[in-house]
C-alpha cells in the first residue's frame, strides 16, 4: 500500500501575493489519496501515474490536459473588459463631468446635461479601446515569453510550452532549466538544483534517484523530486510529473504573478505627477474663472458649470491611455525587432541606457562555429582544406577525444549531408572528425559514456569517461584503453593539471618549454580571432565515477575555432558610440580572441584587454578604474559580470548587460535593463531578465535602445502638446472676462461652454494627441547623448517651450475673439472655437519633431496623425456647418471667418518652423565653433 499524507507547505516561503485569487475550477490532480512520491521507488511511482519511464502517448497526455487544465500558476485574474470599463467609467475626470451633467439637469437644462453625457461616454470609448489594445499587445507579450520544455511523448523526446505538461509526462532536465512542474527523479548525472524559491537556501542541492523511505521530510531534503520554480544549476536528469500547475508546491504556497509584470513604470509614475501637477493648475483656474464671473455678475449655477468644465479642459484626459498605449505599442514595436519585453519599465529605461555589457559568441559574432585548425604534438593540421588521410595517430587521438567529450549530435541525412544539433562549440568538432572520416556513431557505441563532469563556465572545460572497449581502441593508440576520461575546455584551465603531454606515440613528461610551446599556439590561434580549446585525457581507476578529479591529464593538443563576427553588429556599434552609449565586451574567451574580435568590430581596446585574473586581484577603486577606461573583459566567469554591472551603476550608468547561462542570473538581474539570449540562453537566465533578444543579435539591443529614445520622445511630444493646448485654453478663459471687468462693463459672458470646451478636448488631446505616440523615429536619435534617467518631464526647455506656444494659442484665440466681439459680430465665441482648434490642429504638425522641419519629415511618415488631421477637421467643419451646431450653441462661419481660423493655425505653424529652424541653425553654429577650437 502507498503511504500518504497531505501536502506540505514550504518553509521560508512568502505569503501569497494574490491573496484576493479566486481558488479556480477543481483539478483533479488527487491530493489526499496519492502516494508520498518521495517515499517510494520509481517503478511503484510511474506506475502510480499510470505512466512508463518513457512517458506517456500524445492522446492520453491531451486527456490529461482538457481534465487538470494547463501547467500554469493562475496568477491574480485577468481584468476582464465589463471591469476595465468601470475602472474608465469611474475615473476621476468621468465622475467630475457626470457631476457636471447632473448640474446641469438640476438647473433644468436637459439638453447640456445629455451633451456632456454623449461626450462623457466618447471619452469613456476612447480609454477602454486604448485600454484593451494595450492589455492584448501585453497579452501576446506574454503568451510569447512562455518557457518551454523537453517532454517525452510517444517514446520521442519533443518540445513542448511548459503550460502542456501534465502528471505522468516524463521531463529531461538540464544545467539552466527552470523545473517546469513537480517530478520524481527517474535518472540523473551530476544534477544539482538551486531550490531557494521555495526553501530559502541558495546553495544547490545535489539529486539523486533513491528512494528514500522517510514519511515526511522537509522540502529541501526530498532529494530524489524537483519542484517547480526552482532551477537546474549543473549536470541532467530525467523525471516524472507529479504534479502540475495550482497543485504544485510552488502552486500551494505562492500565487505568484509571472512573465511580463504590469506595475506601473518610473515614467508613468512621473507623468501622472505631471497630471496631479495640471490638476492643481486646473482647480485654482476654476476658482479665478468663478470670482471673475461673479463680480461680472454671471448667474452662480451658470459659473459653476463653467468652473468645472475649466477643470476638465486643463487637465489632460488623454495622458494616461497615451502613455499605457505608448509603451505597450512600443513593445511591439521592439518586439519586430527581436527584442521581447519580459517588464514593461524596460521599454522607458532602455531609451537611457548608458553602457551595453555584452557577451561575444553569438552575440556579436555569428555562432557559427568551424574548426579551422588542430595543433597536436608541434604539428599544425587545417581543418578547413581538404585533410590528408589517413590521419596521423595524435590527430586521430584529438578528434576522437573531440567526439566522444561532446554533448552535440550529428548524423548523415537521406541527402548524404552530415546535420548536428546542439553547442556549436561541440558540434565544429564533430563536423571536423566526420570530415576526417570518423564514424560518430560508430566511436560512440564502442566507447560508452559511464561518468561525466559536464561544462560549466567557471571551471570553462567538461570531462566524460568512457569505458573504452575493443573496437574504440582499434581508433586509438594501444596505450589508451580501459576507463579513460576525455577533458576539453580553456587551453589555461587544462595546462595547469596537466602532467604530461602527448608527443604522437606516448605520453612525455610536461616541461616548462612545452607549457610555452602549448600557450603560444594557442596565442597563435586566438590573435587571428578563434576561439581555442584544449583536449587532454586520463585513465581512471574507477569505472563510472562522477566526481574523479580533472587532474594527471595527459594533453592532447588544440583546436581553433573560427566563429565570424555579425555583418551587422560593426555598424551597431558606431550606432552606439554616435548615441553616446559604450559598448563594453565581457566574454570567457581567451583574451586575444577577444581582443581580435573587439578590433574588427570597432570596441576600443587602447589600454588593452583586463583578464578574470586582473580583474581578481583589483580593489574597489581598482575596479571602478578598469570599469571606466577598458572595454574588454576577457576570460571571466559570471561573478566577474556581477561586479562590473555594479561597479558601472555605482558610478551612474545606466546598464544593460547580456548573458545566457545559469549563473548569469544575478547580473541580469543587478543590471537595469538585463538581456537574455532566446536561442542560446537558459531558462534561468531569461527568468531573471527584463528583455530577451529573439535572435541573440547585439544589433537588436541597439534597435530596442533606439525604440525606447523614440518612446520617451513621442511622450514628451504628447505632453508638450497637450500642455501647450490648455494652457491656451486658460488663456482664452481667464482673458476674456479681463478686459471687461477693467472697463467696468459688467457682465461679459464666459469665452467658452462647458460643451465646447470639452469637445475641444476630444478633438485635441483625445484624438491629435493619439497620433504624436506613434510619431516614427526622428532622425539622429542615435546621434545624441541618452537621457538622464528620471529626469524631469519638463526638461529640456520643454516646460517653456509650451508656455510661450500656449501663449500663443491663447493669445491669437483671444484676440480673435475680441476684434469680432468688438466689431459687434454675434459669432465672436464660435470664432474663438473654431480658431483653437485649428490652432491645435497645425500645432500637431509642428510638435512632429523638435528641431526638423515639416518638409523634411513629409506628410507621409505619420500617417495616423494625417488621418486624424481629416477626421478632426470633418468633425470642426460639422460641429458649425450640421444640426451639431445648436447642440454646441454655436453660430455660423463664413468662408472668411473659417478662413481667419485657419490662417491663425498656419500663422502658429510658421512660427514654430521658424523656432526649428533658428534651434538647427544654433546648433549648426555650435558645432562649428566646437570645429574651429578643436582646429586651432
Ligand atoms: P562569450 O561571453 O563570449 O559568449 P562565454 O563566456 O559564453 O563566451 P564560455 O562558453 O563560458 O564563454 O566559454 C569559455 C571558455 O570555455 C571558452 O573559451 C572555451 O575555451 C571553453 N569552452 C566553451 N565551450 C566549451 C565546451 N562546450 N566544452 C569545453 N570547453 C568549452
Known sequence: MFLTASKSSAPGASAPEFPEDPPGPPLSNPTASEPLWHAVGVDVVVSGLHSTVTGLDTAEAQRRLDEDGPNELRAARRRSSLRSLWEQLTAVMVLILLGAAALSLVLGKAFEAGAIAVIVVLFVLLGFIQEHRAERAIAALQAMAEPTVQVLRDGLEVTRASSELVRGDVVMLQAGNMVPADARLIDTVGLRVEEAALTGESDPIFKQTAALGVAEPPLGDRTNMVYAGTQVTQGRGRAVVTATGMTTELGQIARMLQGVTTAPTPLQDRLDAVGKQLA?????????????????GEPVADLLLTAISVAVAVIPEGLPAVVTVTLAIGAQRMLRRNALIRKLPAVETLGSVTVICTDKTGTLTQNRMSAAVLDVAGQTQRLDEPIALPLSSAAALALVAGVLCNDGNGRVDHGGDFSTTGDPTETALLVAAHTAGIDIDALRGAAPRVGELPFDADRKRMSTVHDLGGAATAMLPAAIAGCTAFVKGAVGSLVERTVSVWDGEAPVAVTA????????????????????????????DDAGADDFAEDQLTFVGLVGIIDPPRPEVRDAIATCTRAGVRTVMITGDHPSTAKAIADDLGIPTDGGVVTGAEFDALDDAGVDHAVRHRSVFARVSPEHKLRIVKSLENQGQVVAMTGDGVNDAPALKQADIGVAMGITGTDVSKDASDMVLRDDNFASIVAAVEEGRVIYDNLRR????????????????????????????????VALLPLQLLWLNLMTDGLLGLSLGVEPPERGVMDRPPHAPGASMWAGGLGRQAVWIGGLIGGAALGIGLTYEARGHENWQTMMFTSLAFLQVFQALGTRSATESLRTLGFRTNPVMMALIGVVVVLQLAAIMTPLRGFLDLDPLSAFDLGVCVGAGVALLAVLEAHKAWVRSRARHERSDVGMMVAR
Open 280 to 296: 492643481v493648475v486646473g482647480v485654482v483656474v476654476a476658482a479665478l474663472v468663478m470670482i471673475m464671473g461673479a463680480l461680472g
Open 718 to 749: 504628447f505632453v508638450k502638446f497637450a500642455v501647450a493646448g490648455n494652457i491656451g485654453k486658460i488663456i482664452v478663459m481667464i482673458g476674456w472676462p479681463l478686459p471687461f471687468l477693467l472697463a467696468g462693463d459688467g457682465a461679459a459672458a
Open 513 to 540: 618549454e612545452w607549457c610555452d610551446r602549448i600557450t603560444r599556439a594557442e596565442s597563435a590561434l586566438a590573435a587571428d580571432g578563434m576561439r581555442v580549446l584544449g583536449l587532454a585525457y586520463r585513465t581512471i
